[in-house]
Every structure is written in structure tokens, then in C-alpha cells.
């Protein structure tokens, strides 16, 4: 374009210019900018907003029990070749469990699921990347270096003869098709 005389060398320099300074004008403002939660509420919600919470059912759990799942959860079985990374995802998590702190996203899930299956309910998520986690954050399947399978940490939270289990299922690239299995499925 510069060689045909199409455009300028100071026309591109001012674009340039013009352009990083919106970019840091942005940045700065940024830095100052607050947002409550009020400004995202639109009246689509308010319309449903649960008013009378008296008939919520209580849903916490004894931190004796969340430990009791977290020691079942955080622990990879020490006969099996588990990548590395792997190993020290699950060291922090059983140590964020044992310490009550840093307790980060996906060892909340797992203990919140674990509490599920041992209170009776079965548990199945489906959608894609559902067993590693779209961040790698799940782990619901941790599989083996060095022969097929998996080892599944949350399932441990159970007797082999509970009948009922927690289930990841990985599926296609698509809502719509995990939306059609789910369907099917159920």
C-alpha cells in the first residue's frame, strides 16, 4: 500500500496514534470504574425473583463432613502413573480442604457433588469438556499415563454397592446436541 501510494506513512502513524489512545483512555477509566450489581438487574428478572424465601430448604453442610468428602476427593490412588500436573492440582486440593482455605472452583463442585451422591441423589453432567473442565478446573476424570481408563476421585465418596454414582459425559461441540441427548437420555 505505501509502495503504490495508496496511503500514507502519517495517515498509518495517526491511525495508530488515534487508535492507542482510545485504547488507554479506556484502560484508564477502567481503573476507576465500579459496577453494583443493581446496574445488570433488568426487570426479566425482577419478574421472577424469589420474594418469600421462608419455604427454602437449608442446604449447608458440617465442615466435618466437607472434610470427610474432601479426604476421599483430593486423593489420587498412589499405584497408578497420574500426570504430574495432575498430582499437584489434587495436592493443592486436598490441602485447601484440610486448611479450610483457597478453596478454589472446582474442589467446591466436587464437594458439593459429593455431598449429593452421599445424600442419595445421582449425579450426571453432560456438555463438552465435562470431565476435565473447560479450565481444566473438574478433574471428575483423571486418567491414566500409562493404560486405558480413568480413575473418578469423586466417586470415592461412596460404597461400591451404593447403586448410584456421579457420571461426566463429555459430548459434541454443541448445546443443541447435548440439549438432544440429555432428552434422550432421560
Known amino acids: 500500500m505505501l509502495e503504490s501510494g495508496a496511503i500514507d506513512q502519517n495517515v498509518i502513524t495517526n491511525m495508530k ?17 465500579v459496577y ?27 465442615v466435618a463432613r466437607l472434610k470427610e468428602i474432601g479426604s476421599k476427593i ?21 490441602d485447601s480442604i484440610q486448611k479450610g482455605v483457597g478453596i478454589d472452583w472446582g474442589t ?11 445424600d442419595g441423589y445421582h449425579v450426571r453432567i453432560s456438555g463438552q469438556d465435562v470431565e476435565r473442565g473447560t479450565f481444566s478446573h ?8 500409562d ?13 461400591d454397592d451404593a447403586g448410584r454414582s456421579f457420571i461426566a459425559s463429555n459430548s459434541h461441540l454443541s448445546e443443541f446436541a447435548v440439549m438432544g441427548f440429555e432428552l434422550g437420555y432421560a
Open 17 to 33: 496514534s488515534t487508535i492507542t489512545n482510545i485504547l488507554e483512555d479506556a484502560y484508564s477509566k477502567s481503573k476507576n470504574t
Open 147 to 159: 493404560k486405558m481408563g480413568y480413575f473418578n476421585p469423586i466417586n470415592q465418596v461412596l460404597p
Open 138 to 145: 473438574r478433574h471428575s476424570h483423571v486418567f491414566y499415563q
Open 36 to 62: 453494583k450489581n443493581e446496574d445488570w438487574v433488568t426487570k426479566d428478572w425482577l419478574d421472577i425473583e424469589v420474594r418469600d424465601n421462608t419455604s427454602a430448604k437449608g442446604s449447608g453442610v458440617p
Open 108 to 118: 467446591a463442585e466436587a464437594l458439593a457433588f459429593g455431598s449429593l451422591l452421599q
Open 74 to 94: 483430593g486423593t489420587l490412588p498412589k499405584d497408578e502413573k497420574i500426570h504430574r500436573l495432575i498430582k499437584k492440582i489434587f495436592e493443592q486440593r486436598h
